[in-house]
């Protein structure tokens, strides 16, 4: 694996984590509740889920690049049209963020099981994993030395990115709930996600 492509990952799931989804609206739902304690808790928990949806994901994705080059390079062109369709739902989507306070007595233990549950046992983050991670794995060089360099760096920057979320979330509630900045933070991220699938099949075309 060049550094190159670990630039892209990061960057690809940087643009990926930003948007939110049902375990940033938890994240969300707790911090506009109970205030920032809840970032470092939910923080960890989303973590920890998504080591394991990960974990799983790349070991179902080691035993196909074993099994087949083919299938392997079919998984990574699937891989490249999703992209292209989450970034535009994404696009499409309105500007609202369903968050509600969540108000109810929860300890940091509770917290920290709920966001990992919610992450880990959600069946579309494998299905996300599965098809993301092939765009960046060199089926040449060696998987366990990949897999532990990818999850390292997709768990470093989940935490942060929940953390980011909760604080926000407990400062600047208005920001959070605005539909206008919502709406545009959801079509640059849309374009992103967009343009990274095409990029990918450019990439895949001319290879």
Known sequence: MTFETWLAFVAASSILLIIPGPTILLVVS???GQGWRTALPMSIGVALGDFTAMTLSMLGIGALLAASATVFTVL???GAAY???LGIKLF???GTLSAEPRTDAASSAKMMAHAWLVTALNPKSITFF???LPQFLDRHG???TQMLIFEATFLVLAFANAFGYALVAARARDMVRNPRAIRIFN????SLLVGA???TVAIRSGN
């Not at 079509?187 to 849309?190: D, I, L, P, S």
């Open 83 to 85: 992209l292209i369709y």
């Open 76 to 78: 990574k062109w699937i």
């Open 30 to 32: 707790y911090a506009l």
């Open 130 to 132: 599965v098809a993301f």
């Open 142 to 144: 060696d998987f366990w």
């Open 197 to 199: 699938g095409v990029a």
């Open 92 to 94: 499409r989507s309105g």
């Open 187 to 190: 079509r640059a991220g849309g």
